[in-house]
């Protein structure tokens, strides 16, 4: 008979064996519908954050780098603005070039320069990093401006949904990203299975896998949150999540396991 719900998970799957086990023999399906309603908890305080600091952003930094924008207008492909050029676009606190307008040909690259972001007269020129750059041509526009009001608006609206857009991409990308991660983990623990001569279904070891990573999910979460930075935290969360999955096929193996104090399952 079953003794514990999906949301005895966050906490016991830390330290208890008899809830493993109950996982292991009781549990029905693959536990993604669990790792699902997980993922969308944790994600709330990381959006929260996200639409306190753009917000921040918004109001207090961004204003100083529009003010620097000219117009710029773009006529079948080509680009022109009202000011002189070369024109730079500035950091306004460590003044470092962030972008330069040149639709007059003089300057064609971003060689030399510490800015990010290059408008020709027919491209914008984007340096991703070190060893990355993008060009994008401007021959498929017809007709646009682009001036401070413009941008205003878009950061007004932006600030506005923010957190409503981000969230269904942040939790339905780290569902994919964890889903192919248990399925790995699963594999894994067919290795552990077989030190305790047992033969679980694959299904089964999905259910563990999902339940392994529960404390690496949840301290993750939390370690973000008040701005812990673990050294390689990859390979942490790694080790973490192989030393639960033992534990869990341990847990599950065992036989002789006194139980814990029942409690009623919450559905």
């Known amino acids: 008979m079953k003794q514990y719900g999906m949301f005895h998970a966050p906490y016991m799957s830390f330290f208890s064996q008899d809830f493993y086990r109950d996982v292991d023999r009781h549990w029905k399906g693959t536990g993604f519908a669990y790792l699902l309603l997980l993922l969308t908890i944790c994600w709330i305080p990381g959006i929260v954050q996200l639409h306190v600091s753009f917000g921040d952003y918004a109001e207090n930094d961004a204003p100083a780098l ?70 994008y041509s401007l021959q498929d526009i017809e007709a646009f401006v682009l001036d401070q009001e413009t941008v ?45 001569k047992t033969d679980r279904p694959y299904e089964t070891l999905l259910r563990l896998s999902v339940m392994a990573i529960t404390p690496v999910i949840i301290a993750s979460t939390v370690f973000d949150m008040i701005g812990i930075k673990i050294p390689f935290h990859g390979l942490v969360y790694f080790l973490a999540a192989m030393g639960y999955l033992y534990f869990a096929v341990y847990s599950a193996s065992r036989q002789d396991i006194t139980p814990e104090k029942p409690s009623t399952s919450v559905y």
């Open 66 to 135: 529009i003010e620097q924008l000219p117009t710029i207008t773009i006529v079948k492909g080509e680009a022109s603005v009202d000011v002189a050029q070369p024109y730079e676009i500035t950091d306004p606190d460590s003044g470092k070039i962030i972008a330069v307008i040149d639709t007059t040909g003089k300057t064609v690259s971003l060689e030399g320069t510490a800015a990010r972001v290059l408008l020709t007269k027919t491209e914008v020129i984007y340096k991703k990093n070190q060893i990355e750059t993008r060009n």
């Open 152 to 196: 205003t608006g878009w950061l007004a609206i932006l600030r506005t949904y923010i957190a409503i857009v981000s969230f269904p991409f942040a939790v339905l990308g780290s569902f994919a990203f964890r889903v192919v991660q248990v399925l790995i983990y699963a594999a894994i623990g067919i290795l552990f299975d077989r030190m305790y």
